[in-house]
């Protein structure tokens, strides 16, 4: 029965800009590899032993002995009441183990040595490889050495090895006596481990490399990982979309902080809550670095993230009712368990990755495989075994932890270069289908263009038969019509006939001259129609201000003109008056056309639905403009038109 492959939980990389390759690649897997293997060296291997600080003659003697049984007495028993202790004989290394109970286990060691003059003037020194959580030292009822003080719970010394320096005023010649007290805490294992004694300058180097393997790596992983968080940040602040960059730079932080907190020695706070943030910080990272390389592989499920919450869950109630000093068994049964859960992602991974092979899961298998490895051993070591040697066994999983980040990090910046690439390739092709869109709008454009020019010519031309029609030809079927009927007077014939030609002077006046404002309207107008009134008998009162110039497309002005022609025809049929009175003008933001008569008005109940008032009406709306008409009987008529200052007609778009 086959198995299906999972479905991706999160957003597969091409999805999300990536474009990774599927195919294995040897000569790339084999660079990774060498990558992988240049790193670790580097990393692992601490710097050469530095010189002692002082110019040490060699010894003519180096044999160095090695303290592995001594005496326990329970309590911090003082050389001076040495017999009062209850002694048993121990092996070293020793360790405590964790209690039901927080008690700080407080213990002393004595043995003796024999030794000889070794010739080194600095006199003999003492290596303990690890003690915790604090320690005091004493050689021949002399306190030489102090790691830590007794009266400070908030200090911890378990990680590093300590030399105490024995000079040779405080040493006899045959039998000496080291008192060792050691302070511990039920929430770490401490106890003492097997002890060293030699020439100075040989035990001082020894030292000093112990501690060079320890600290240089260490420096360097919290120094590189810091780096890293920083550099992260700045990558998604300047790009918040990327989350695997987002989450690669909280790893390298959490695990730069765990790390340094996990070197301090006199703390800067008290046990309980460094304890707590040690612990988080590791748990913290395995969760994010478990989610990380199983979204790289694309074999992360929902359910696969409900397991890892819980577990961490149940590892930081844990940690923090160890740190409070309540049910510290828990510690270790909840430590286990997270690996067993961070083991079974492991061998999940791998199986996915020899089923659907492809160089991101290669590389990710190459990487956690043996820091799951190194941290089981480690873990087994500090928590499960029961072998004492566990105690003071070196510690690589932060350098092999590093090595993942490394790699996670060349894995992302490598989806990032392709994903560039392709977002290249991608926005070469969205520029050239941009072009061409652009070239089918322009073209488009264009014939929109040509279809609104023809469309702008027809109704041009439609509107211009239809004036000439209704008004022109009009007159002319009128005047030819009364020719026929042999009634016609002279005088109205003159009249009908100054009518239509001032009707096609308008008209050519409107088609010849597109860029007329209201004022130069008006102003033709009263060139064209001023002699008529004289004509008639009517004087024509002319106060008109000049008109800001206004965006009125000749369409516009034609309507206006409309207006003004329809209004002067009414006064000039109906009116009876004397006196016309034409004003325009700006006031306070608003304009407007005001025409008045002295005539016999009328009574605009009674014409509220003449065909004129009507035609008014529909053309005022038509442009947007207000129309005012006031007329009482017997005392002239007023017709207004008014706007504001700068309006744009509705129907004023410029005509072909």
């Known amino acids: 029965m086959s198995i299906r492959a999972p479905r991706p939980f999160m957003k597969p990389a091409s999805a999300a800009g990536f474009a990774p390759r599927n195919r294995l690649s040897p000569h790339r897997l084999l660079w990774w590899l060498l990558v992988w293997a240049l790193v670790g060296w580097s990393c692992a291997l601490p710097v050469r032993a530095q010189s002692p600080a002082v110019d040490l003659p060699v010894p003519t003697v180096s044999l160095t002995q090695t303290i592995a049984r001594l005496e326990l007495s329970p309590g911090l028993q003082s050389p001076a009441l040495m017999a009062q202790g209850h002694w048993q004989q121990v092996d070293?290394?020793?360790?405590w183990y964790h209690q039901d109970w927080c008690s700080a286990p407080q213990s002393t060691y004595r043995f003796t040595f024999n030794w000889t003059d070794t010739g080194d003037p600095h006199g003999l020194a003492m290596l303990i490889h690890r003690a915790g959580n604090r320690?005091?030292?004493w050689v021949n009822q002399q306190h030489v050495a102090q790691f830590g003080s007794f009266d400070n719970p908030d200090a911890d010394y378990t990680n590093f090895p300590l030399l105490v320096r024995m000079p040779w005023h405080l040493l006899q010649a045959e039998q000496n006596t080291v008192y060792i007290q050691v302070v511990g805490d039920c929430r770490r294992f401490s106890g003492l481990s097997q002890i060293e004694i030699g020439p100075f300058s040989g035990v001082s180097a020894q030292h000093t490399r112990d501690t060079d393997l320890l600290v240089y790596p260490i420096i360097v992983v919290i120094t590189l990982c810091a780096i890293m968080f920083v550099a992260g940040l700045v990558y998604v602040r300047l790009s918040p979309s990327s989350a695997q960059a987002r989450g690669l730079a909280w790893l390298n932080g959490i695990w730069a902080l765990g790390s340094a907190l996990w070197t301090l020695r006199d703390l800067p706070m008290p046990y309980w809550l460094w304890y707590c943030l040690v612990d988080m910080c590791y748990a913290m990272w395995i969760l994010l670095s478990a989610r990380m390389t199983m979204q790289l592989t694309s074999t992360l499920t929902p359910w696969i993230v409900r397991l890892q919450t819980a577990t961490i869950s149940a590892y930081f109630l844990a940690t923090i009712s160890a740190a409070l000093g309540y049910a510290i068994?828990?510690?270790?049964?909840?430590?286990?368990?997270?690996?067993?859960?961070?083991?079974?992602?492991?061998?999940?991974?791998?199986?996915y990755s020899i089923k659907a092979p492809s160089e991101t899961r290669a590389i990710i298998c190459l990487t956690i495989v043996p820091m799951t490895s190194i941290g089981a051993i480690d873990s087994w070591n500090l928590w499960m075994s029961q072998e004492p040697m566990g105690y003071q066994t070196y510690y690589f999983s932060p350098v092999v932890s590093f090595l993942m980040l490394m790699s996670l990090g060349l894995l992302i910046m490598r989806q990032f270069q392709q994903a560039m690439r392709s977002d290249k390739q991608y926005q070469h092709s969205l520029e050239l289908e941009v072009e061409r869109q652009r070239t089918e709008l322009a073209l488009h454009y264009q014939h929109e263009q040509e279809q609104a020019q023809h469309a702008a010519v027809q109704a041009e031309r439609q509107r211009i038969?239809?004036?000439?029609?209704?008004?022109?030809?009009s007159q002319l079927v009128g005047m030819l019509a009364a020719l026929r009927s042999d009634k016609v007077e002279p005088i109205h014939?003159?009249?009908?006939?100054?009518?239509?030609?001032?009707?096609?002077?308008?008209?050519?006046?409107?088609?010849s001259n597109t860029e007329q404002d209201l004022s130069t309207v008006l102003a033709q107008f009263r060139f064209h129609h001023e002699p008529r009134l004289l004509r008639a008998g009517l004087h024509l009162r002319w106060r008109v201000q000049t008109l800001p110039p206004t965006p009125w497309s000749p369409a516009a002005t034609w309507e206006m003109q409309q207006m003004l022609r329809e209004v002067f025809a009414n006064i000039l049929?109906?009116?009876?008056?004397?006196?016309?009175?034409?004003?325009?003008?700006?006031?306070d933001g608003v304009c407007s056309i005001q025409i008045s008569d002295d005539g016999k008005g009328?009574?605009?109940?009674?014409n509220s639905i003449g065909r004129g008032l009507k035609h008014l009406k529909e053309r005022a709306q038509h442009l947007g403009v207000q129309l005012d008409i006031q007329s009482q009987v017997g005392q002239g008529t007023r017709v207004q038109w008014l706007w504001a200052e700068g309006f744009v007609p509705k129907h004023s778009k410029p005509s072909v």
Not at 330 to 347: D, E, G, N, Q, R
Not at 465 to 473: N, S
Request: aromatic share 6%; with cysteine; hydrophobic share 50%.
């Open 602 to 606: 009328f009574d605009l109940s009674q």
């Open 493 to 511: 014939l003159e009249n009908e006939i100054a009518q239509a030609m001032e009707h096609l002077r308008a008209t050519m006046d409107n088609l």
């Open 92 to 95: 070293l290394p020793h360790a």
């Open 135 to 137: 320690v005091g030292v």
């Open 329 to 351: 068994v828990l510690k270790p049964i909840t430590m286990v368990w997270a690996l067993a859960v961070y083991s079974f992602l492991v061998v999940r991974i791998i199986y």
């Open 465 to 473: 038969v239809r004036d000439m029609h209704d008004g022109l030809g």
């Open 573 to 587: 049929k109906h009116a009876e008056a004397k006196h016309i009175t034409v004003a325009a003008g700006c006031h």
